[in-house]
């Protein structure tokens, strides 16, 4: 995720969850080829969630059905720009008997903006563990949206985050967005699902988490160092992201982020996250580094 000086408002949308799940929809070129579209963005740069969310869609398009993936490991390369088709050439690296392997890059003029290899698995049974949630999380219902915290904000970066946003986030610690934290922590907690039902297609859920996550996998270490997203001269960009389905999830269903920011160093800092359901279990683990340079740098 990036973020830049816009140059104009964002469009407001009537139905932004609908507009995402058009923009996932790539069309084919052929049998390991696909093109899409871009979300429109204040400051003209794909969002990095959009497109995590295309390049693991159109690899999924290579293997069966049942098998749904299980991991990512990606590289963002190059900003996209909105404005030009995006291209995904999948490579078949391998299909086995439990698991497919494969590699895929996102291209705009011919060059990767993203490299992302994808695994995939047949439902197997297995071994079965899983670390518990914190206890006492207050529930969604209890914790500010941002949709209301931005609604009052004549900004076209805060008109994308509530118009255009597809899904409705609820900080359980104040938020970032406007103003620092009140104490500089590396450990934070959202509340997160899409703002109306998505087809019950599994991979369709599992990419969209890979998109939801990407608004918030470096907030920690802003929060960390007593920053916002409004701090003047802030750059901050991701650079890879990696990313674990351990059950199937539902994303428009309530999802809590348990999140931490490891370390921070050269300019570059990790954030790691946990999601779990309202019923405490566990669905994934996620982690991201980022190019983050402040303004005293």
């Not at 392997?101 to 996102?106: E, K, N, P, V």
């Not at 290899?117 to 529930?139: K, M, N, R, Y």
């Not at 297609?201 to 907030?219: F, I, P, S």
């Not at 007593?226 to 003047?232: D, K, L, N």
């Amino acid at each position: 995720m990036t973020t830049t000086e816009p140059a104009s408002k964002a469009t407001p949308t009537p139905d932004p969850l609908q507009t995402v799940l058009q923009v996932l929809e790539l069309d084919a070129v052929d049998a390991d080829t696909f093109t899409g579209t871009s979300l429109p963005k204040p400051g003209g740069r794909v969002f990095g969630g959009q497109v995590l969310a295309q390049t693991l869609l159109a690899a999924a398009r290579t293997v069966p059905a049942e098998r749904l993936p299980h991991s990512v490991h990606g590289y963002f390369l190059r900003p996209g720009a909105v404005d030009k088709p995006i291209t995904f050439v999948v490579e078949r690296l391998r299909d086995g008997r439990s698991f497919s392997a494969r590699r895929t890059h996102a291209l705009q003029d011919g060059v990767p903006i993203l490299a992302m290899t994808t695994s995939f698995q047949t439902e197997q049974p297995g071994v079965e563990h899983a670390d518990l949630p914190p206890s006492h999380v207050p529930p969604p219902e209890e914790v500010r949206s941002a949709l209301e915290v931005l609604a009052d904000v004549d900004h076209p970066v805060a008109a994308f985050w509530t118009q255009a946003s597809a899904f409705d986030l609820r900080h359980v610690e104040d938020s970032i967005y406007l103003t620092p934290a009140a104490r500089a922590t590396d450990r934070q907690m959202v509340w997160m699902r899409a703002r109306g039902p998505v087809p019950q297609v599994q991979v369709l859920h599992r990419a969209l988490l890979a998109y939801a996550c990407d608004q918030v996998m470096l907030e920690p270490l802003l929060r960390r160092h007593g920053q916002s997203w409004a701090t003047p001269g802030l750059s901050i960009a991701s650079l890879d992201h990696a990313m674990w389905w351990h059950r199937p999830v539902q994303v428009d269903q309530w999802l809590l982020y348990v999140q931490t920011a490891p370390s921070a160093q050269g300019g570059r800092g990790l954030g790691a996250a946990r999601v779990y359901t309202r019923d405490g279990e566990l669905v994934a683990t996620i982690a991201q580094e980022g190019m983050v340079r402040l303004p005293e740098e």
